[in-house]
């Protein structure tokens, strides 16, 4: 649900209704709508989603139980613009679904959704570059980049109550 505070948009987490408590956690998961928004072109309570469904439970039924494409949610402009950065959407979405868990408990923290996102941009750069060797200085941070990255479309497969 959205709400409008000193004219700028807050998302508002079911734990903030409960305990009226802005945390961490509650800021993770309005930054997981965030990343939702930019992917799908569309407002948290956008009059293009069905049933007027919030985005987080439309793209969660879109995506795991209706199993459809994840292109499918995907802004159109930013799939004609940016069609070759597909597979960096697939990973970003799967940080915007970690980011909207349910379970605050169960949400990065923002330092690990930015070295995700960082990792993903780096992972690209890395591609750009075919003769560019990869210096790896932490190889358990390195084994921890690599396998989000070949997991995302396990995260978004997952049931919706993990």
């Given at each position: 649900m959205s709400i409008l505070a000193n004219d700028s948009i807050m998302c508002k987490t079911a734990e903030?209704?409960?305990s009226l408590r802005i945390t961490e956690k509650s800021d993770v998961y309005s930054y997981g709508v965030v990343l939702l928004e930019m992917l799908t072109g569309m407002e948290p309570t956008d009059n293009?989603?069905?049933e007027g469904a919030h985005i987080v439970t439309w793209?969660?039924?879109?995506?795991?139980?209706?199993?459809r494409e994840f292109t499918c949610i995907i802004d159109q402009q930013l799939l004609i613009?940016?069609?070759t950065k597909t597979p960096e959407m697939?990973?970003?979405l799967g940080v915007a679904l970690l980011?909207?868990?349910?379970?605050?408990?169960?949400?990065p923290t923002m330092k690990d959704v930015t070295a995700m996102l960082k990792e993903i941009r780096h992972e690209n750069d890395d591609l750009d570059k075919p003769n560019k060797g990869?210096?790896?200085t932490n190889p358990k941070a390195a084994v921890h980049c690599?396998?989000?990255?070949?997991?995302?479309?396990?995260l978004i497969e997952s049931s919706s109550s993990s």
């Open positions: 903030y209704g409960y293009r989603i069905p793209v969660i039924s879109e995506i795991r139980e209706k199993k613009q940016c069609g697939l990973q970003v980011c909207v868990n349910p379970s605050p408990e169960e949400r990869m210096v790896v690599s396998s989000f990255s070949r997991s995302c479309e396990l």
